[in-house]
């Protein structure tokens, strides 16, 4: 046995979602042991070069509060590796907490990638893992992995579309005989949704409010769809007033927020309705008897489901656990050698 093998067994082998907003990571035989935002807060120290001072939800923290000396980062922009060196230390970071600190420790690693990125950044999802400790690096398709963790019939001939909604991007995919039939990845996730927020009360109300602001705005007045019979809701929102240069206080509601959010929507309803026109006929069949599954933290936005069973006529539900879909696959994925094997990226 190599010296690689030896250390992959001492530390347990990992499957990581590795999101635009939050990473995930499944530990063979444990479950789930992380989940923390996808952010890393860096000290510029010339000449020393750069110190990474926190990461995840110490790091998150700091958004929007650092001296200027410091930035917090999200590393991973649309899905995909942005900053190398930080990705890099955030799951160094992430590993070393999850096996308690230990460092010699040289994991199995699968992680999944968005169906669409290049090879040049599936290439950077790889290295940043082997640098961050992986003995092996393997990768996973998202919406492969959140088919598996939704618990589709993934592996037989049966039409399955999935629908993972992440922070940067939302990944479409129609699943069967244990392969992707066809799949379309639009940049547009969480992180689009808080930047028309951010852009709908700056042109609306000569207000400037934060990204974490923006965030606890669609989690708390965020909807797809108008319902009748649902009450108003009303939230208090503090920022900059652009104009007078002060701190200013000002009351949205959810049909603004509603309006504020309706392209980013739209643009993964488009997605889905192109998914479903670009299916094999009898797939398509499949998927009007089976309905469409959403997945990933978007899928949380209130009466989505309600918005594209209007738009398609189709069924549409929530994967069991929507927020681990993808970490769930993957840790499952990670266990069943022979599956890995099938699904894994070539």
Do not use: W
Not at 94 to 116: E, N
């Amino acid at each position: 046995m190599n010296f690689s093998a030896i250390m992959g067994r001492i530390g347990k082998d990992l499957a990581i979602d590795l999101g635009t907003a939050n990473t995930l990571i499944h530990m063979a035989g444990e479950g789930l042991v992380c989940d923390e935002p996808s952010v890393v807060a860096i000290q510029e120290r010339p000449p020393d070069g750069r110190r990474i001072l926190a990461a995840g939800s110490a790091a998150k923290r700091m958004l929007g509060r650092t001296p200027r000396d410091i930035r917090a980062i999200r590393p991973l922009k649309e899905g995909v590796v942005a900053d190398f060196e930080a990705t890099e230390a955030m799951l160094r970071y992430f590993i070393r907490k999850v096996h308690k600190g230990k460092r010699l420790i040289r994991p199995r690693i699968v992680i999944g990638v968005p169906v669409g990125c290049t090879e040049v950044e599936r290439r950077a999802a790889c290295e940043a893992g082997r640098a961050a400790g992986g003995s092996e690096v393997h990768l996973i398709e998202e919406p492969m992995a959140a088919a598996i963790g939704a618990g589709l019939p993934f592996a037989e001939p049966t039409g399955s579309m999935i629908v993972d909604i992440g922070g940067g991007t939302t990944e479409v995919a129609v699943i069967s005989l244990g392969g992707v039939v066809y799949s379309r990845s639009v940049r547009v996730g969480g992180d689009a949704m808080d930047e028309a927020i951010i852009q709908y009360t700056k042109h609306k109300f000569n207000l400037l409010i934060g990204e974490r602001t923006a965030e606890s705005v669609k989690m708390v007045l965020g909807s797809a769809y108008s319902a009748q019979d649902e009450p108003s809701r009303q939230m208090t929102v503090n920022g900059r007033d652009l104009i007078a240069g002060i701190p200013k206080t000002i009351q949205l509601c959810d049909d603004e927020i509603r309006e504020a959010l309706n392209e980013p929507v739209e643009q993964v309803v488009q997605a889905i309705r192109q998914g479903l026109e670009n299916c094999p006929p009898e797939l398509s069949a499949d998927i009007a008897d089976q309905g469409v599954v959403l997945a990933g933290g978007g899928a949380l936005l209130g009466n989505l489901r309600e918005r594209i069973t209007h738009e398609t006529g189709l069924d549409v539900r929530l994967a069991p656990a929507p927020l681990t879909a993808v970490a769930d696959g993957a840790g499952r994925v990670l266990e069943e050698l022979d599956l890995l094997k099938e699904v894994r990226v070539r």
